[in-house]
């Protein structure tokens, strides 16, 4: 029998780097991870990002038997990261995967009053809207419907939602065949309506009183 010839291992390409494995239990850096320009680094950062976001600390209130759940806290701590900002650019991100991933924790971040605020400074209305077409991923749909519900409960939000044409692609989504992305839209939808017949009975009402002010003047 002949000797086995023991193949040798090549070296790695000097110009290529080792991959590198990180473990972090730290929010603030995974939050930095959104800066990064891997795919997959952002995919995995957005979905930490989000089971972080979803969490709800449990607390015993003062002169109380149950616990009650807080899920705020995490949100605003993210807040205070800058994760909001960095999030926004990815949800337009060219990687539909990072694009998803992003979208979902925008979704859950926007029940916050303080997320809510930034959000309107960041007048992200309109790159929301731009995700609800027909090409894009239903659980896209859900997540962006989700933030557009939870904005729409604000003044500013509906009169962006109203000028930027926003009505036409919710009202499309309610023949989603996803549940959430229906009970999304038609919450938004009804917010958008009651909020627009108000103001309508509100200036038809203004009218009529200065015409009859007029008639009375006469």
């Known amino acids: 029998m002949g000797k086995k010839v023991r193949k040798e291992v090549e070296p790695p390409p000097k110009d290529v780097f080792e991959p590198l494995l990180i473990e972090s239990k730290a929010a603030a850096t995974v939050v930095l991870m959104l800066d990064s320009p891997e795919e997959e680094v952002l995919a995995k950062a957005c979905d ?62 926007a029940s916050n009053h303080d997320v809510k605020k930034l959000l309107r400074e960041l007048d992200v209305t309109s790159s929301l809207l731009s995700h609800l077409v027909p090409e894009e991923d239903v659980v896209i749909h859900e997540f962006a419907t989700l933030c557009l519900a939870h904005m729409a409960v604000e003044y500013t939000t509906k009169v962006q939602i109203f000028e930027q044409g926003g009505l036409e692609p919710l009202i499309s989504l309610l023949c989603s065949p996803d549940p959430d992305v229906t009970k999304n839209s038609v919450e938004c939808i009804y917010l958008l309506v009651q909020w627009k017949t108000v103001v309508e009975v509100a200036v038809h009402t203004v009218e009529k009183d200065s015409g009859n002010l007029g008639s009375n003047q006469e």
């Open 48 to 109: 930490a990002i989000y089971k972080f976001a979803s969490k709800e600390i449990s607390v015993t209130p003062v002169f109380a038997v149950k616990k009650k759940s807080c899920g705020d806290e995490n949100k605003v701590a993210l807040l205070g990261l800058g994760a909001v900002e960095r999030l926004y650019k990815l949800i337009s991100h060219e990687d539909p995967i990072v694009r998803r991933n992003a979208m979902m924790v925008f979704g859950i971040m």
